[in-house]
């Protein structure tokens, strides 16, 4: 990885530490950050016509985990996305992806594989 991009990533992910039990972002509010789980455990799960949660995805780390669809088109999401144990995570806004993306090769692609992951799962509904 270039030196810029290590650079970039320091500079534009933001470290958070959060407690089991808490949120990353909740359904009804959009989600306001791509995050990448360094450490713990994730649950993506949404609340079902019945009332009932239903997970959908599960995340150990280390990996990238977020509503992916509803942060690129800052939607109003119905997702939860839930610490099931004491995690660290690195955050980055929607700005700063686009700010990223302007002198990170390596981002730009990421970007567009992301968009062409979006597509492929909205198509395959």
Known sequence: MPESDK?????FFKPKTLSKGSFVSKAGGIPLYHNFLVSGYLR??????????????LNNGPRFFTSYFLFLN???SNENL?????????????????????????QQTYNLKLFEQIIEEKRSK
């Open 82 to 106: 839930e610490c099931l144990t004491d995690c660290e995570i690195l955050q980055i806004s929607m700005p700063d992806v686009a700010n990223s993306a302007k002198t990170s090769v390596n």
């Open 74 to 76: 800052q939607t109003v």
């Open 44 to 57: 993506k799960y949404h609340v079902n016509d019945s009332g009932e949660e239903v997970t959908t995805d």
């Open 7 to 11: 650079g970039n990533i320091r500079r």
